[in-house]
C-alpha cells in the first residue's frame, strides 16, 4: 500500500463482500482498512482475508480506524441505519442496491447525502454491464429510432437458493422481491428509456415454494452454503426458510414519465438464469440473446413475414486480461467509478436519484399485487434533491456553492 492509497470500509462481511477484490488492492488506489459487521463468521472470514485489518463489531471503532469510504453490503433492511451514520460521520458512502426496502428510508438517505454533502454513490452494476451498455449505445445511436416499449423477462434459475431461503423471503425484511432483486431490471429499464416509471399495476402469487413443506431455520449460514444446481425440479426443494411470504412469481405494466411503456416478468422458478430485454422504436427493435459476455445484441430494422433474420448482430466483447468475469466484468468498472467520485466527485453512470425510483416502483408495484392488481402511483423524489444530484452532488450557486 502507498500513502495515497485510499482507506476504504466495508460494513457487512457476507456474500456481498467478493466485492473486496476490486477495492482491495494496496499499492494499485485502494485497501481495506476495517470492517464491520456484527456476526461472528463475518468478523472472522475479513480477519482471515484481511490480515491487516481492524475487524469489530462497533461502529465507533470502525470509524476510529479513519477510512476515507466505506461500503454498506448489510442486508437489505439495514443500508438506512448505517449509511446515515457514515454519511453523517462524513464518510463518502457505497450503498449496495437496493438503496433501502421503504421509499421513505430511500429518501431519508438522499437527505442525509444532501444535507451532510457526503458522497453517495449506490452500487448498480448492471449500468455497467457490457450487454447493458452495448443496447444503450444501440437506442442513443438511434438504432431503432424513438423508443416506445420495453419489456425485461427475467428467468431467476437460481431463485430458490438465492431468495427463498433466508431473510430474503421474509416481506418484513425485503418488502418483496420486485424491490430485491427486481431494482436491478427497473433501474435498467429507466436508463434505456431515459425516464422514470409514474405508475404501476401488477400481478403476482407465490406459485411454487409455498407449498414446500420442508422449512429450515438457517441463521448464521449463507446461500453457499446450501446452494447447488441439483436442486432440481423446485418442488423438490428443501430447507426452506420458516417465514416465506414474498412472490416467486411476478408481472408489472408500467407508465414512465415520457409516455413510454414498459413491462418487466420476474419468474424464479425456471431452468436457466438470465434476463431478456427488448427494446422498440418507431425504426426496429433489439433484443438481447445472453445477458453476459459473449452474448449477442441483435437489432431488426426491417419488415418481414413472420420472424424474420435481425438486420444486425453486435457481440458482447471478451473481458480484458485480468478483469473479473463476475457480472460481466461489470464489478470492476463499478468499484473503479466509485473510488474515482470519492477522489474527484462528479457525475457518475450510476445514480442516487435512479436507484431510489427504481426503489419506488418496485414498492408500488408490490403494493398492486397486494392490493388485487390496483393501479398504483410512483411518488417523484423532491425536485431541489434531484437537482442536487443530477449536479453531480454539489450546491446550487443560490446555496454558496459551486455548478459543476
Known sequence: MTTSDLRIGIVGF???????????????GSFVAAVLDTAERGRADARERLADAVVTDTFDEFVSAGVDAALVLTPDDQHTAVAVALLEAGIPVF????????IADADAILEAAHRTGTRLYVGHNMR???VIVLMRRLILDGRIGEVKAIWCRHFVGHGGDYYFKDWHADRRRTTGL??????HDIDVLHWLAGARTVRVNAMGALAVYGDIADRSDHA??????????DNWPPTAQTGMAPVLDVEDLSQVNMTLSTGILA??????FTPDYWRNYTVIGTEGRLENLGDEIGAEVRVWRRRSHGAGEP??????????????????????????????????????????????DAVATGIAATESIRSGGQVQQVPALPADLVAYFERGQTRALSDGGMLS
Do not use: N
Open 311 to 356: 438486420d444486425e448482430i453486435h457481440r458482447v466483447a471478451e473481458l480484458a486480461e485480468g478483469a473479473s468475469a463476475i457480472h460481466g466484468g461489470a464489478d470492476d468498472l463499478l468499484i473503479a467509478e466509485f473510488l474515482r467520485f470519492v477522489r474527484d466527485g462528479g457525475r457518475t453512470d450510476t445514480s442516487p436519484v435512479a436507484a431510489r
Open 220 to 229: 448464521g449460514e449463507r446461500m453457499e452454503d446450501w446452494f447447488s444446481l
Open 263 to 268: 413491462s418487466y416478468q420476474q419468474c424464479h
Open 14 to 28: 457476507g456474500h456481498r463482500a467478493q466485492l473486496t477484490d476490486q477495492v482491495h488492492r494496496p499499492g494499485d
Open 95 to 102: 450503498c449496495e442496491k437496493p438503496l433501502a426496502t421503504t
Open 178 to 183: 420486485l424491490l430485491q432483486k427486481g431494482a
Open 128 to 130: 455497467h454491464m457490457p
